[in-house]
């Protein structure tokens, strides 16, 4: 199917991008520093946003919502079967004709999930006398996918030219829409439909910014012949994030199967605690898999590959460092005593969190820009297998601190999957590695003994693990905290020239 002839034109700047590798890399640097930004404030506004509704809405309204959400933030990766993955990491241009063929995948994909979604919300179940709240949300949740998929080509290419100014407009609209309209809405009484109708709400609106920032070639077409070379890789790559939220859904209900509720309850706040971490994660390997991508390739990727993991590990452990060892004054203080149990579970999962912050969101990133989607796939199936049953087995015997262990095996596991498959500049990791998190130990370890209660010893401790880990640091990880230097300030000089090249305002 077809809006437009195949003779019309394509991309609204058809010609190949090429930068060289000093502009990748200062957009990368750029594009992470501005992700993590986002994040942090995007988290600040969310808790807001959530005080307000957890005071409208009841506890199973919310639980409600969040399963049905689960459905759809699944149903969006396995949409477009990870045709988008795959475009971004090849280096030819996107035709008129394959913009037209994924985007007519992802809508034929989104429209089938929800199609059953409401088939059986709004006609099986009601045939058969069943009244589901759960169903109905997921069902309207899950009218966003079809909007989704206009914003997939201008995502695309936004993110082959790591144009991360652009692309934080359009993320950033998502929550500030969900709120605006899920709040009023709750006011009003709709209860957990008000935050199925806010995420479609936001949907909307994102993919209108999303095609205003990058024009494309509007229209739906089904060429399998232009999208057979990349489906090998785009199949298992769509499958990469599901196998992340199953292994998330299995530990807490692994947890809340051994010891109830509060046991989830204390895995899902230290995961908040390690927000910062997450972001980290999350930007640099969304980030590194283009500008991989987009640079030199062979053992030259490799070896930017091994910096990038050294210097996003050690960006990472200082905060870490920091969080983990006030976590025995900052959880009572903030969350109240009955939390106190969280401390363990943190002190436990820390070592994993710093893995999964540095090299295993950067050998993600190095892998799929190779092409190679297995070893991915090996590492999560790994991570997720040690961690739910290790929690399994740990919890009954130590309690919740054995879910941070389990976390902590698991990550081990994938690094040990990414190394034993990984060039020797990969295997190199291996010992700058294990000495950053010997630093973070000990700064940690520090912050236990000096124990406390109130905000001036939260202050006070978390002064000695910051000088603790930075005279560490500046004893064992000489050369670690010199690649980190030369890479912010040969990055700040560019920025400065480039500032002063083009003063228009950013996304000009």
């Known amino acids: 199917m077809s809006a437009q002839p195949p003779e019309a034109v394509g991309s609204p700047e058809p010609a190949a991008w090429q930068?060289?590798?000093?502009?990748?890399?200062?957009?990368?640097?750029?594009?992470?520093?501005?992700?993590?930004?986002?994040?942090?404030?995007?988290q600040a506004f969310t808790f807001m946003g959530t005080v307000a509704?957890?005071?409208?809405?009841?506890?199973?309204?919310?639980?409600?919502?969040?399963?049905?959400?689960?459905?759809?933030?699944?149903?969006?990766?396995?949409?477009?079967?990870?045709?988008?993955?795959?475009?971004?990491?090849?280096?030819?241009?996107?035709?008129?004709?394959?913009?037209?063929?994924?985007?007519?995948?992802?809508?034929?994909?989104?429209?089938a999930v929800s199609g059953a979604l409401a088939l059986a919300a709004f006609v099986l179940a009601p045939a058969f006398g069943v009244r589901s709240e759960l169903l109905d949300v997921a069902a309207l949740t899950s009218f966003a996918l079809p909007l989704y998929s206009a914003r997939v080509?201008?995502?695309?290419?936004?993110?082959?030219?790591?144009?991360?100014?652009?692309?934080?407009?359009?993320?950033?609209?998502?929550?500030?829409?969900?709120?605006?309209?899920?709040i009023p809405a709750a006011l009003a009484g709709l209860g957990t439909y008000s935050l199925a109708g806010a995420v479609v709400a936001a949907a909307g609106v994102g993919s209108v910014i999303a095609t205003v920032m990058r024009p494309w070639s509007f229209g739906l077409r089904i060429d399998l012949d232009c999208i057979r070379p990349m489906l090998g890789f785009s199949l298992r790559a769509s499958?990469?994030?599901?196998?992340?939220?199953?292994?998330?859904?299995?530990?807490?209900?692994?947890?809340?199967?051994?010891?109830?509720?509060?046991?989830?309850?204390?895995?899902?706040?230290?995961?908040?605690?390690?927000?910062?971490?997450?972001?980290?994660?999350?930007?640099?390997?969304?980030?590194?898999?283009?500008?991989?991508?987009?640079?030199?390739?062979?053992?030259?990727?490799?070896?930017?590959?091994?910096?990038?993991?050294?210097?996003?590990?050690?960006?990472?452990?200082?905060?870490?460092?920091?969080?983990?060892?006030?976590?025995?004054?900052?959880?009572?203080?903030?969350?109240?005593?009955?939390?106190?149990?969280?401390?363990?579970?943190?002190?436990a999962a820390a070592a994993g969190w710093l893995l999964m912050s540095g090299p295993i969101s950067v050998l993600t990133s190095l892998a799929l820009a190779h092409g190679d989607a297995r070893a991915p796939l090996r590492a999560v199936a790994t991570q997720g297998l040690l961690a739910v049953g290790l929690t399994a087995g740990l919890v009954p015997l130590i309690g919740i601190a054995g879910a941070g262990l389990a976390v902590t095996c698991g990550a081990l596991g994938a690094v040990v999957v990414f190394v034993g498959a990984g060039a020797p500049e990969i295997r190199a990791l291996v010992a700058p590695t294990l000495k950053?998190?010997?630093?973070?130990?000990?700064?940690?370890?520090?912050?236990?003994?000096?124990?406390?209660?109130?905000?001036?010893?939260?202050?006070?401790?978390?002064?000695?693990?910051?000088?603790?880990?930075?005279?560490?640091?500046?004893?064992?990880?000489?050369?670690?905290?010199?690649?980190?230097?030369?890479?912010?300030?040969?990055?700040?000089?560019?920025?400065?020239?480039?500032?002063?090249?083009?003063?228009?305002?950013?996304?000009?």
């Not at 640097?29 to 942090?40: D, I, K, P, S």
């Not at 509704?53 to 459905?71: C, D, E, M, V």
């Not at 080509?153 to 407009?169: C, F, Q, S």
Request: hydrophobic share 50%; charged share 15%; with cysteine.
């Open 53 to 111: 509704l957890s005071r409208l809405l009841t506890p199973r309204q919310y639980g409600n919502f969040a399963i049905a959400l689960t459905f759809q933030i699944v149903g969006r990766f396995l949409s477009d079967l990870g045709l988008a993955a795959a475009m971004i990491r090849r280096r030819e241009e996107m035709s008129a004709r394959e913009e037209q063929t994924v985007t007519a995948i992802s809508v034929v994909g989104s429209l």
């Open 19 to 42: 930068p060289g590798s000093e502009e990748i890399e200062r957009r990368a640097v750029q594009g992470v520093t501005l992700m993590v930004v986002r994040n942090v404030g995007v």
């Open 153 to 182: 080509i201008p995502v695309v290419w936004l993110e082959r030219r790591l144009d991360y100014r652009r692309l934080t407009w359009i993320e950033v609209a998502d929550p500030l829409v969900f709120y605006a309209f899920a």
């Open 239 to 347: 499958i990469l994030a599901p196998l992340y939220l199953l292994r998330e859904f299995l530990v807490l209900v692994a947890l809340a199967a051994i010891g109830g509720p509060a046991q989830a309850g204390f895995y899902n706040l230290a995961q908040r605690l390690f927000s910062l971490n997450l972001s980290i994660a999350y930007a640099v390997q969304r980030v590194t898999q283009t500008a991989f991508a987009r640079g030199e390739a062979g053992t030259s990727r490799d070896r930017r590959g091994a910096q990038t993991s050294i210097v996003t590990t050690v960006t990472a452990a200082l905060p870490l460092a920091v969080v983990v060892g006030t976590a025995h004054i900052s959880v009572g203080l903030v969350f109240g005593a009955r939390w106190h149990p969280t401390v363990a579970l943190v002190l």
């Open 436 to 508: 950053v998190a010997v630093v973070s130990g000990i700064a940690i370890a520090v912050g236990e003994v000096l124990g406390g209660r109130g905000p001036v010893a939260l202050v006070l401790v978390g002064l000695a693990c910051l000088a603790t880990w930075l005279a560490l640091a500046a004893a064992l990880l000489p050369g670690e905290l010199r690649l980190v230097a030369r890479l912010l300030l040969r990055n700040l000089r560019r920025g400065g020239r480039k500032a002063r090249a083009d003063p228009s305002p950013p996304g000009r």
